[in-house]
């Protein structure tokens, strides 16, 4: 099978689709085949990147793009606000179409797309490419499978420290229309690992906190604005299953570069894992011998699925855009009729409420239901 | 100065204070010498355990102790729900009285024992050895000197995995008279800490869970009893100094051991640590050049006092015993009319208030002033 | 400039330097371009490769290949007893090499093809691509700028365990004609990155050791076939400069999936990696101030180049196939005319030539001089 | 039973060695009990030694102490020139004689020393006390019981940084009448931990180097003297059971402060460990699942003996100083009549043997025979 694919935007995601969308057919042996059939950007940007990204055509139109007969998928990479109206002009085309996370600001928004593309019966796709490590779908396996028994506590967290200090200029990640901050940025990935392994969140006691009131308002500049989204997020969570948790998230956790970081205590065992060395995760039994007990540290190998696709020895270590090229694996697998389980729109409409639902609570004070 | 000790209880906690009072005189060079007079316990075991840790006398009722006029420091080591009484009787008898914490398993009952002591003006103190480590007197003398700037964040856990297996019998621990679960004494370190290093905490938002709802009622019983505190407590705080953070207990955290870990995130630097690894602290300075910047890893040296009184050499390791001794250290040095920052009465009353908010917090779903 | 590219080899190796060719126009803004051209392997591989891998062209002849007019690179990824003879027709046809190393089992045949390479001023290059990793050009950065004083010493180590069964059956690895065993395989990336770091190494004394007898002859046989290479070879050397330092390598180092490790130590600080997280590197100064010193540990950066060109953000982590890219896009650098420090031909015989006196050294059970 | 100790030295190893036997009888629950009697050093240093550790005699003359009735244990920590004539008077007049490493700068001095105690009766025992750690114990029961088959490889190094500043001024640790440099010093660590774990070492092939060819002859002089013994020291070395292995030994690797760490590699399964996080082990074992495995972090617990004598919960960790304490209950236990494992004289002498056999052939350029 070939499949046409339109891409939206060529900034640093765009162009990480791209390469995804290249990579994907050098690792992996796959049914489906890709070709770059037309890109879209603002004004003259578009011809540079078709050009770089190996696009035959381009266009300053992306509603040119996605009524286009030879485009199959349309790969969504614009800035947040524009996620909407691009999707659902392409589900309505008949397209399946692969978006950068947030759907959208709002989940109400985001649930439009749900549904548009569920009626539609469109393959989607979200990009929260750190569910893709072999690792979490080892962590997974593992939940699954009774090895560390019931599970009973999730304490994760998202901490870099990109916005630490006070006069760094204002940002788009700052722009309350975003959606939020930390906890909509860096927060809502916490959120996808825990339903990823742990399952939906039923109820959240949420704390946002904007730390750094104003920052200059442009680079060099000396009128300092009002920041009016968190710096740092934080919440309870109880889960459907009945286990608890705990999600953080900052940007001035300063010292952090990569830090998402979880444990997992089980009736019979406890997992931990750190993106910071993403190629590893920790295992604790219950059922080891005595006197023999700890967390075995595993390294990512063959056995790993598919981390082999990529390095055809144990501790080698794939990079962060491997994550990508493996969720665009999916994506097509998923197109070619295969069950997987990445990350759909619906999916990251689940996020995104419960994201919203912790919003919500903060204000309140209280817990709220996520529904 | 020479100062007669009665010392109340032999149990583990009896042994590590005795212990701590002997290995003190060995490893400083301190004015105050301490001469073991006499210990109580319950009925035959006083006797032998005075024997064991060379105490010249005995007795089973600890009033005569107190009241003796041989003895200047009287030290608790009884079951909680004894404290109060023992430690008003010694107050009142104008001795220096050292506790185990927690102070007394209600606040209120604590806040009657500080007021008692200061108004004798009796030297006191409770146990929170972690504190005593020299890495986080340096945490807090970096954070202090404003080494890494305004602290913002304070993200705590302790937890480990001793009551993990759901068939683990009944203990005294789950006895809810003793004032909690894993908050209360797992918990209370972490507020203890967060205390220490970033200050009064001035409002929480709690969240506890009682995860095994029953246990067997005694080893090998089939009958099971209903578990009435919580296997894992965690809360949101608002320090008084503006800063926010997120505290965390669990004794059912599988595959921990003694993870009493932070980090702080300041506007200038960030401090992590770890009680697994408890001579080590890491910091990370913004200050530092660009391109080599990172968490360092300081480990315990001479430099960092009292460390030299244990070890003449960095990297040799203090043990937690020793954290003991430096606790009886400072406490002798209080009484010797040093200035000291020791956790007196009045600081074990007031982690104690912040633990008790925690769960009426946490039954009112609501954020509430420690106060 | 665009280049004609003549694959030779298609196996894991061919693979990945193929999709090196490939990711490096996607990863680098070069004025370079490659095009694949053709690609040459045995029998009926060749076609099926080529189609695979996107070369339009294919042979099952390699000397077709390598006289192509349209062929500017020619790419050795066979089995290293063929490596010289196509390597010494490539050059004689003009063409730049790039080869897997190492270069040929003997290092006189690398010398001849260093020799004819430097007579017909190609440009050369060899696979040794844990050197392209931006950590260890920070590394050599730091040396270079005396932050870490005059180096003193350096001890290596290169261990992984996929030899450790003793009943493991024979593969091509164990073949005495290929130049040696864990050494020549895995030794031989410590004495690249040594000399890389700290320089030439004047003089060695051996030690290498065959630690499991005989192996299966083949999968499931029952029949045992001598081991006449070494499972763990070691030595310690003098450099030029005047450190000394220690290498080790060991195919049977139970539990080690990837342990490439060394710490250098310098008269001012000390540097320490490993490839098990080669996205880091600790770096230690003694002018540090006193009470604050540790190894810092630096996670890669966009300020690390060429790190920036993969993420654009730090702590995100760059994998092993991205090595490989890295190590093309050098290659490719120097075709241009620009300055690179990659190892060369030269560079891949000088390192042989350590290698086969190490052998040399551990025979005579004396130093030997590397000359 | 109750035994009389005579301690000869009060410096820093003097306190460490009366804290012990101290704080054995505080941990331990010992037939023995342990009276101090009197203690010698130079001149008037021995009466306030004397009072500051609790020894109701004191003299200047340590040929007083050796003799008397009343003494049963004789503790040697003065200058090593001294061990050899001291220990040979209380061997020749009965006593059991403890003594710090190492027994003489010369193994034909110790071996008398061994002799004569061999001869006499008398209990010994030379303070190598990093082997007195339960995680060393737990390495050799593993190793003992077959869990990671036979043992191949060894690989140890001990290396701090104390010597690093070329300008740092002499001390006594440069004499070479010492016996050596940084190998005679830290390196017989690594001998004695090799032999404890994996056995005799049969042959040895040495490279010991000077790297700091003269320093000031005293604080803050101009003058500089030569350096005789090595700043580091290294040597392959071959076990009477086959296994091989590597020990390196330095003073000057520029920040390491307590670095005597290693690596065992068995035919099923490897174990790793570092005296700068002594209280873990690292265990890999090939029989645990495909997918897995991994090195195990196992933290000190109460079943690993006897760590449970210092703390009741695992995780607590132990400190150096309660390694000394181990060190003198298993000398005492001896006394008793108790099969033990602790280094005595014969070992302290086939350490110091093999050390010097490491000189030998460092200067021949060959491997030696230990003999």
């Known amino acids: 099978m070939r499949l046409g694919l339109g891409l939206i935007g060529s900034g640093f995601m765009g162009k990480t689709h791209a390469f995804g969308f290249i990579d994907v057919n050098q690792t992996f042996d796959l049914p489906v085949k890709v070709d770059r059939v037309i890109l879209a950007d603002v004004g ?25 007969k030879d485009v199959d998928i349309v790969d969504i990479t ?17 397209k399946h179409v692969y978006c950068e996370k947030p759907l959208a600001p709002l989940a109400a928004d985001a649930l439009e797309m749900v549904r548009a593309a569920e009626a539609a019966g469109v393959v989607t796709a979200v990009g929260f490419n750190y ?14 499978s009774g090895e560390i028994g019931e599970v009973r506590s999730f304490n994760g967290i998202h901490a870099e420290d990109y916005m630490t200090d006070a006069d760094a200029p204002w940002t788009w990640r700052l722009d309350p229309a975003g959606g939020g901050g930390a906890l909509a940025d ?13 399952g939906p969140i039923a109820e959240v006691l949420g704390d946002v906190r904007t730390v750094i009131a104003d920052r ?22 109880r889960f459907e299953n009945g286990a608890t948790g705990c999600i953080q998230a900052s940007w001035i956790e300063t010292g952090r570069k990569m830090q998402h970081d979880f444990s997992i205590a089980g009736s019979k065992g406890g997992i931990a894992f750190s993106q910071e060395r993403f190629n590893e995760l920790d295992l604790y039994l219950t059922s080891d011998q005595s006197g023999r007990r700890g967390f075995r540290k595993i390294f990512a190998a063959p056995e790993h699925e598919p981390y082999g696709d990529f390095c055809v ?7 962060f855009n491997d994550l990508k090229t493996i969720e665009v694996h999916d994506f097509l697998r998923a197109i070619a009729g295969e ?33």
């Open 44 to 68: 003259s940007r578009a011809e540079a990147a078709a050009s770089a990204l190996g696009f035959p055509a381009f266009t300053s139109d992306w509603r040119e793009l996605v009524t286009r």
């Open 78 to 94: 614009t800035p947040n606000a524009l996620h909407k109206e691009i999707a659902l002009a392409a589900i309505s085309a008949g």
């Open 131 to 144: 569910l893709k490590n072999p690792m979490l779908k080892l962590a997974r396996e593992i939940i699954d």
């Open 186 to 198: 860096l927060g809502s990935h916490v959120v996808a690992t825990a339903r990823y392994l742990v």
């Open 216 to 237: 200059p308002d442009a680079p060099e500049s000396k009128t300092r604005r009002k920041v009016e989204v968190e710096d740092i997020g934080r919440a309870f969570v």
């Open 313 to 319: 020895a144990p501790g080698h270590q794939i990079g």
């Open 339 to 371: 069950k997987t389980d990445h990350a759909d729109f619906r999916e990251g409409f689940e996020v995104q409420r419960t994201v919203e639902t912790i919003y919500r609570s903060s204000e309140a004070g209280a817990w709220l239901k996520v529904a």
